[in-house]
């Protein structure tokens, strides 16, 4: 008698195949970029400094987040962050799709 539940289960359609179903926007080449974070700016400068030979991609965000965290003034890219912010906000009021 489970078996015949856990069948009836299997038979569903899961979350990833509705998905695969659904038409997805096709991403405008013209849009203007997101705008970084303060992580993303601090990252992009440090990033030489924290790779060393060998370290995959997700070895890399592990170290920098940490790094990340021990950081006390973060005002500098914080500051970066909110130009780059007003910078995209520019850029949308003037795109048009």
Request: proline letters at 5%; charged letters at 40%.
């Amino acid at each position: 008698m489970a078996r015949a539940a856990k069948s009836a289960k299997s038979d569903s359609p899961k979350k990833s195949e509705k998905a695969a179903t659904k038409a997805s926007k096709k991403k405008d080449p013209n849009a203007p970029k997101r705008a970084l974070s303060a992580y993303f700016i601090w990252m992009n400068e440090n990033r030489a400094a924290l790779t060393k030979p060998g370290m995959g991609v997700s070895e890399v965000a592990k170290a920098a987040g940490v790094e990340w965290k021990k950081l006390k003034d973060k005002t500098k890219w914080e500051k970066a962050a909110a130009e780059d912010k007003k910078r995209y906000e520019r850029e949308m009021k003037a795109y048009k799709p």
